[in-house]
């Protein structure tokens, strides 16, 4: 999503990496291009959460990864010809420890990018010892960057993911104030059936996991607020959804409505803005309006399922934005060891393949197909077959840019220089955008710095076939080793179908808030991840052949929350001023 781009993460990466560029130029050392790739994989493993979390993951990092380093070019030294055994290896151990050293995803993946680059670099000691060392520079220079010299706020991120929450939300009260009396889409199945939804639902749940980083006692209240004020408004949104999509009230009452709520949500982002820059009572006031302005719209409804909506509205905006929230500790479920032990050994078997292909086809830069590997597999078949295809096009068209920029300048080092600090800010601040974008222009900043500093034939072409060699076999392994071709669809809808309808069971039973507020969440998830079986692999051929009875289980579904959150809102709309 476009809110997620951040050009201050890309311009403190541009830094990171021009000091050991500019360097590595002005003495002509190509070993130091470690130093390069180091601070750049630094500002790549800086997780989202608070400033104890980033000192902690890439300090880490930066000593873990010198060790790899080391280890990596020894192993590949010893062991001449033999980059089948030993980058394989390296790899299956570095899965299986990086749990207890770090729990963010990128900390094992990108260590195992190390360990894949390094034994493709092999040294006796002495070099080999003053490669690590580069490799230490460059990363402490990362992180004396981002943790001393230009710290960034820890609370970007929440702010980034409350704002795609707050667009989302706007999405779907714009299209509704904007059907006036046509037929809502949504009433007959079509392929993108409840995006809206969907998206609004995601994005929530990214801001949550992303709350879940940080600590009770973290002055994180504002952005908590707007968790539970997103979830208010959303339950809201698919009341008057579905009283679009089923012809309740009149089209003029609910174009009212939905054109009420489009402008409590705008004002909304202007008070949070407001309040982010420490203009409370600022923000205060255009809350206060929009309270006014919903109870005027409310005060002239006829009908208790409206009312209810505007209702929901002025409650969820009520929430004060500053005051302090208790937040309960996030329960911790250690991930089953066999979860590393399958990626572990999936891992292994395609670097093993990667590298037999690599020699049978004399492939010149086989660490970069390994690399592929690495990146690709993260998970199950659904994750690995859509990050492959992301990655063999954003790699493709990033290679062939690289090739034209090459040809095009000429071996000028100081504008090559100038382009890949550039591309190394704009990969870094696309990353949470755009995995494809992202690959591109991390394609372009490798081919780049790798002409300058290790020239050679063919760069750009080989990037891109090994790209491609490693992408099939990451996808080869999640098929042949446990294969995980996803839930059947049907199964996933029928779960969906009974989540929603405990979720509208406990309206109607009247159950008390906070049981209904857990049921909806979990009903929406539930939605959410038949939508996403729809993806998997396995369910592909399943669903072409079935497409109008699955369509039909999605509807069904869709249907029985929007009446679910329609019965609360019906309830809420009768309650007195009051109540």
């Not at 680059?117 to 000691?125: E, K």
């Not at 830069?365 to 690399?371: Q, R, S």
Request: aromatic share 6%; proline share 4%; charged share 20%.
């Amino acid at each position: 999503m476009p809110e997620h781009f951040s050009a201050a993460e890309g311009c403190r990466a541009a830094l990171a990496v021009a000091l050991p560029l500019a360097l590595a130029v002005a003495l002509e050392e190509k070993i130091l291009s470690w130093a390069v790739f180091a601070a750049f994989w630094t500002c790549l493993c800086d997780p989202s959460g608070p400033d104890r979390l980033h000192r902690r993951t890439l300090g880490a990092f930066a000593l873990c990864g010198t060790l790899v380093t080391l280890t990596g070019a020894l192993l590949a030294y010893a062991l001449p010809g033999l980059p089948v055994l030993t980058g394989p290896a390296l790899v299956f151990a570095i899965v299986l420890v990086s749990p207890f050293l770090a729990r963010e995803g990128l900390f094992a993946t990108l260590l195992g990018v190390v360990a894949v680059v390094a034994v493709g670099f092999p040294q006796g000691p002495v070099l080999a010892l003053v490669q690590a060392l580069a490799f230490l520079a460059g990363a402490t220079w990362a992180w004396l960057l981002i943790n001393g010299i230009w710290r960034r706020d820890a609370r970007k991120p929440l702010e980034r993911a409350h704002l795609s929450v707050l667009l989302r939300l706007q999405d779907m009260a714009g299209e509704l104030a904007n059907l006036g009396g046509q037929a809502h889409r949504d009433a007959q199945w079509h392929s993108e059936h409840g995006q809206h939804r969907r998206a609004v639902r995601l994005a929530i749940e990214r801001l949550r996991g992303l709350l879940n980083q940080f600590a009770p006692h973290d002055d994180i209240a504002r952005q908590q607020r707007a968790l539970e004020a997103g979830e208010q408004l959303f339950a809201a949104l698919i009341a008057l959804d579905q009283a679009f999509i089923d012809g309740r009230e009149t089209a003029g009452e609910r174009q009212r409505t939905a054109r009420a709520c489009r402008t409590a949500l705008r004002a909304w982002q202007v008070a949070y803005r407001r309040a982010s820059s420490g203009r409370v009572e600022d923000a205060q006031a255009v809350l206060d309006w929009t309270a006014r302005r919903l109870a005027r719209t409310r005060a002239a409804s006829t009908s208790a399922l409206l009312r209810g909506c505007l209702r929901a509205f002025e409650q969820a905006l009520a929430l004060p934005l500053t005051a302090p929230v208790t937040r309960e500790a996030v329960p911790t479920n250690p991930a089953s060891r066999s979860v590393p032990l399958r990626r572990a050994l999936r891992l292994t078997a395609a670097l093993v393949l990667v590298y037999l292909v690599a020699r049978g086809f004399d492939l010149g830069y086989p660490y970069w197909a390994a690399l592929a590997v690495i990146v690709v597999l993260q998970g199950g078949s659904r994750v690995t077959w859509t990050r492959a295809l992301e990655r063999i096009a954003g790699t493709a068209l990033g290679g062939g840019a690289a090739m034209g920029v090459v040809y095009l300048n000429g071996g000028d080092a100081l504008s090559l220089s100038l382009l890949a600090t550039l591309l190394a800010a704009v990969a870094i601040a696309l990353r949470a955008v755009n995995y494809t974008l992202f690959v591109l222009f991390l394609t372009m900043l490798f081919v780049i710095v790798t002409e300058m500093l290790q020239p050679g034939s063919g760069i750009a072409w080989a990037r891109i076939l090994d790209n491609i060699v490693g992408s099939l076999a990451a996808l080869l392994a999640v098929l042949a080793l446990w294969p995980d071709l996803g839930v059947p669809l049907e199964e996933r809808l029928r779960a969906g179908i009974a989540a929603n309808r405990a979720y509208l069971g406990a309206v109607e039973d009247g159950e008390d808030a906070a049981e209904i507020e857990t049921r909806r969440r979990a009903a929406g998830l539930a939605s959410v991840e038949a939508e996403l079986a729809r993806h998997e692999l396995g369910n592909l051929v399943r669903r072409a052949r079935l497409s109008e009875d699955l369509g039909q289980a999605q509807l069904e579904l869709r249907t029985i929350a929007g009446q679910a959150a329609m019965a609360r809102l019906i309830q809420l709309g009768g309650e007195g001023p009051d109540d």
